[in-house]
T-cell receptor, first 115, second 113 residues
Framework: DTAVSQTPKYLVTQMGNDKSIKCEQNLGHDTMYWYKQDSKKFLKIMFSYNNKELIINETVPNRFSPKSPDKAHLNLHINSLELGDSAVYFC??????????????FGPGTRLTVL | DAKTTQPTSMDCAEGRAANLPCNHSTISGNEYVYWYRQIHSQGPQYIIHGLKNNETNEMASLIITEDRKSSTLILPHATLRDTAVYYCIVSQGWTGTASKLTFGTGTRLQVTL
């Protein structure tokens, strides 16, 4: 059973298009995250949701809009894609309480290539 | 910005212990030391964390110095599957809602035959 899953695994698209990446976790966690890993392998947090409420927004362009329909899902919609958006996007989740101690479970990643 | 310093790369022979150091001289009293690793093309994987005491689990041991300014992750018997980038991260624990992990550049551990 996959704990944190993302779709699609690969996404190739043209500049200016709008695309979405989906994330689902079956761990019963309250908190979910989106991270971006660029070509230099730096991994940076973008957003975090706790029980469908946005709690971390790390100065990400407003072309990126996360949406959490329920606490098991956190989708990432990107408008007007730019070349610089090419990266691997990781979704993660954590228990979101004192037991979690930042033990975050990561998905397999979505490699986005903007042409 | 990451608050830790790690060597860029290390090599280890299979079957030997891999000792990965991390400096975190500006760590504050309520911050934990976390270790994650990222095997090529996969998502990061939690390994272990600690506050001030040494910790051990099925994957690794974490040794934190008494002044908490540095730590060492120990993989007791490294295998080829342990080849990965290892990240040492300093962060608060539970903050009431969510905690932010700030990944640095990590140490690329290469386990060889």
């Amino acid at each position: 059973d996959t704990a944190v899953s993302q779709t699609p695994k690969y996404l190739v698209t043209q500049m200016g298009n709008d695309k979405s990446i989906k994330c689902e976790q079956n761990l019963g966690h309250d908190t979910m995250y989106w991270y971006k890993q660029d070509s230099k392998k730096f991994l940076k947090i973008m957003f975090s949701y706790n029980n469908k409420e946005l709690i971390i927004n790390e100065t990400v362009p407003n072309r990126f809009s996360p949406k959490s329909p329920d606490k098991a899902h956190l989708n990432l919609h990107i408008n007007s894609l730019e070349l610089g958006d090419s990266a691997v996007y990781f979704c993660a989740s954590s228990q979101g309480d004192w037991r979690s101690y930042n033990e975050q479970f990561f998905g397999p990643g979505t490699r986005l290539t903007v042409l | 910005d990451a608050k830790t310093t790690q060597p860029t790369s290390m090599d280890c022979a299979e079957g030997r212990a891999a000792n990965l150091p991390c400096n975190h001289s500006t760590i504050s009293g309520n911050e934990y030391v976390y270790w994650y690793r990222q095997i090529h093309s996969q998502g990061p994987q939690y390994i272990i964390h600690g506050l001030k005491n040494n910790e051990t689990n099925e994957m690794a041991s974490l040794i934190i110095t008494e002044d908490r300014k540095s730590s060492t992750l120990i993989l007791p018997h490294a295998t080829l599957r342990d080849t990965a980038v290892y990240y040492c991260i300093v962060s608060q624990g539970w903050t009431g809602t969510a905690s932010k992990l700030t990944f640095g550049t990590g140490t690329r551990l290469q386990v060889t035959l």
